[in-house]
């Protein structure tokens, strides 16, 4: 039985996680990518129908399940097709939760004061 198998750096620019095939490349030779829970370090590592992708993408980590192998890069709707989103990206709200729970949050009107605030305190002081 035949199989098709396609590089991993040519998929993942088919399928339109990267802009580039320089990019996609960049990203296999990083160490980050794997390939059914194996690491991949080079561009030139095969990957057919059925195998699972898990790599980083920005702020997310995305798990990504082959449906099929390309033979172009194609549109958007066309990429769409080439595999499942095991793990879809959280929403632009949640991310955003999560980016405002690590900062400082105090009452408005607390912390230093304003520059209007400022002079007012300084007339204040100049009066004493």
């Known amino acids: 039985m035949n199989e098709k198998t396609l590089r991993i750096d040519k998929w993942l620019?088919?399928?339109r996680?990267?802009?580039s095939r320089t990019?996609?490349?960049k990203l296999c030779a990083s160490g980050k990518l794997r390939l059914n829970c194996e690491?991949?370090?080079k561009g030139?590592?095969?990957l057919k129908k059925g195998d699972v992708l898990t790599f980083p993408k920005e702020e997310d980590v995305r798990v990504i399940k082959i449906i099929s192998v390309a033979t172009r890069r194609g549109p958007a709707s066309e990429a769409a097709t080439l595999y499942e989103d095991l793990e879809p990206p959280q929403s632009a709200k949640v991310k955003k939760i999560k980016r405002a729970s690590g900062v400082a949050i105090r009452e408005a009107g607390t912390g230093r004061p304003t520059?209007?605030?400022r002079r007012a305190l300084d007339n204040l002081r100049e009066h004493d």
Do not use: G
């Open 13 to 15: 620019w088919y399928a």
């Open 17 to 19: 996680f990267f802009k």
């Open 23 to 25: 990019l996609a490349s």
């Open 44 to 46: 030139h590592a095969t």
């Open 39 to 41: 690491l991949i370090c």
């Open 115 to 117: 520059k209007a605030e």
